[in-house]
Every structure is written in C-alpha cells, then in structure tokens.
C-alpha cells in the first residue's frame, strides 16, 4: 500500500509526466526514423530529422528530469542529475534548430536540391526579384 | 564498378573475420597478460592515492591522469610533442600566409561577411558555454576523467565553429589570428617544459637530490609541489600540466583551422612569390 501524503503525490505525478513525456519521445523518435527512410528529398527529410531531435531528444530528456526529480529514493543527487538532464534540453533546444537552419539555408542557396512539395518559396521570389 | 563494390566489402569482412580469429587463436600473443604485469596494475591503483605512502602516491584520485602526467609523464611529453611537431609542420608549409592580412585595414561589420543571423546568435550563446565546460573538463583533469588535452579540444571545437559561422575574416578582425594562437600555444608549450623541470629547479635551490618529471617528494629526493592548495586536491604538478596543456591544444588546433580555412589564391599568391610581408 502507497500511503499518499502531499509529497508523495507530488513525486508520482512528477514520475507519472515525466513517462508520458519520455513515451511522446519514443514516439517522434519512431516518425523521425520513418520518415528520415520513407521521405523522398532533402528538405522534408531535414524536416522528419528536426522531429527526431526536438521531439524525440529535448522532450524525453526533460521528461527524465522529471522522473529524477520525483524519484525519492535518489535522496540528494536527483537534483544534479534532474539539473544536468534540463540544462542538455535547452542546449539541445538551443542549438539543434539553428543546425538544421543552416543546412537549409547552405542547400536552399546552393541550388544543390530542388525544393519540391512546394507551394509557395518565399526566399526563392526574394533572391529573384533582388537580382 | 558494382563487382568492385561488392569484392571490397568480401574483402574488408574476411579480414576483419581472419584478424579476429587470429587474435581469438592467440597469435598477438597469450590473451592474458604475463603475471608480473597485473601486479603493475595492481600498483598504480594502489599508489594514485594514498596519503599513508607518501614517497610513492602521486595524490590524484584518477588514475589514468596519475599514470599519463606522473607514472609516465617523459612518454606523455614526447606524445605532445608528436602532436605539435605535425602542427608546426602545417605551420611551415604555409609559411607567409598571414590569413587575409590585407582585410584586416578594410573595417568590416559583423553583418556583411558569415552566416545567417540566426547561426551567428546561437554560436554567441553557445561560446561562453561550451568555453566554461572545456575548462571544468581541464581542471577537473585530476579528479575525474578527461584532462587538458579533452577541455582543449572541447575549446578548440567552438572556436572552429566561430572561425565558421563568423567568417575567417571577421575572427581576424576579433583577435583569432595566426599570431595570437601561435603565442598561447608556445606559451602552453613553454607551461608544460617549464612544469616538467620544476621540481628539479627546485631540488638544485634547495639543494638536494631531484628528478625531471617529479612530482610528489620521494625517498631520496624530498621535495615536491604540494598536493593540496588551501585545502583543496590539485595532485601537485598534474594541474599545472592540464592547464597548460588546455591551453596549448585549443590554441594550437585553433591555429591549424584558421590555416586550413584560408583562401587558396591567398595561399598560391604566398607560394608563387608575388607577395612578400
């Protein structure tokens, strides 16, 4: 029997978000991983990529905080590892968005892949009508 | 072209295949090592710490860097100097190439040359980050894994990416050049020599018996560098060595990037002799 007395709450419901966010992780993981085989260009599989890292990295590891930080029998060193888990997330946010922009952009100014399931390139017009 | 293909993969796999089971068969030699030789091992987990031996500990609780800077501190030196030898060679070849000495008049913003915006602020926000994490790494080189040489590449890698990002010309302009690495990296060099002969310099003042590479007092030879700084573990010389050896490494592959990110007329114009500096 779980005796439920306020800060036993707070951890289950802390481990309990942090799975659901660590199972939204596998899954945009799994989307990732389909669509980095099964999408036919660059830029959407560029796109299916960016799905495995914000979705399918920073969400689990923040989802991994939360279960350190709820789980009791870690005593004092849940707060390093569930600090060190957040601080990765939001370099990874930081930093894995501005990755995927440059590869974009380096392709998108190379001409290298045609941008294909396209309705409207607003960059392309631009570059265009600026020469 | 395809038969090609497929004839070096048979062949990478029946050698991967054929080493491993000589390895397995014991053609490099019995898998155990000799007896003698586990009981060496034996002795450096033993002496890397240990307060109650102190003609023999080297104070550090990590026993890799122990054995790397203490136990075996004359190999470390001649591997570095490895390491430098090649980056002085890549220093040699491109010798007269001052990296767009001539850019350096023309005042350039920040926006005109690199790349986007976005890329440049995510480099700004990640720079004093990753700087501070490759001097934990350095510092901690005695207490936990890594050393000076990881923090220094760690270093190095963002300041290959501000190379990048910001362009060569911009870092230029900022103080990244061939001239200013070139110093921190003989000054790390410089660091590690003069760590290395320190406890000897010391042993001919005080005037007693000493060795190059010493680090802790030993039975014949007592002096030493402390091991502890105002209470804190700093293992004596190993400190010292991972900072200068941070230092060095950073500023020396820093050095080799902005070499090999110079333009290649540049490079031509220096070697067909129509520019002299």
Known sequence: ???????????????????????????????????????????????????GTIGGAVVPILGAALIAAGCDFLGYYRWFMS???????????????????????ATHRSKTVPVEPKVVDMLEEESRGGE | M????????VAIVVFILV???????????????????????KL???????PWTRNLTV??????????????????????????????????????????????EVPISEDEVGMSPIAKSVT??????????????ALHGHLTPGGGFQGGSTAAVILLLVL??????????????????????????????????????????????????????KAYAPVGVPAFLDGMLVSGTLILFNIFECLAVAAGLTLTFILVLTHEEEIRSVMKGDRHE
């Open chain 1, 1 to 51: 029997m779980i005796r439920l007395v306020g800060y036993e709450v707070v951890d289950w419901v802390l481990v309990i978000i942090g799975e659901v966010l660590v199972a939204i992780g596998v899954f945009c993981d799994l989307m990732g991983a389909l669509g980095m085989l099964r999408f036919p260009n660059f830029f959407v599989r560029l796109h299916a990529a960016t799905v």
């Open chain 1, 83 to 105: 600090g060190a888990a957040v601080v990765t997330a939001v370099l990874i946010l930081i930093i894995a968005p501005a990755g995927s922009h440059v590869l974009a952009r």
């Open chain 2, 2 to 9: 395809k038969y090609e293909r497929a004839l070096i993969a």
């Open chain 2, 19 to 41: 080493l491993s089971y000589a390895v397995t068969l014991g053609a490099m030699g019995s898998t155990l090592p000799p007896r003698d030789l586990r009981l060496l091992a």
């Open chain 2, 44 to 50: 450096y987990l033993w002496l890397a710490i240990n």
């Open chain 2, 59 to 104: 104070m550090s609780p990590e026993a890799v860097t122990s054995i790397v800077w203490d136990f075996r501190g004359l190999d470390t030196f001649f591997e570095t100097a490895v390491l430098y030898l090649a980056i002085i060679g890549t220093v040699a070849i491109y010798r007269g190439v001052y990296a767009s000495s001539k850019s350096r």
């Open chain 2, 124 to 137: 700004k926000i990640t720079l004093p980050i990753v700087i501070a994490v490759a001097v934990a790494i």
């Open chain 2, 164 to 217: 990048v990002v910001f362009s060569l010309q911009y870092s230029i302009r900022m103080g990244i050049t061939k001239g200013s690495t070139l110093a921190l990296r003989s000054a790390g060099l410089l660091g590690i020599a003069v760590t290395s002969i320190l406890v000897l310099i010391l042993g001919l003042l005080v005037g007693c018996q000493s060795f190059i590479f010493q680090n802790q007092p």
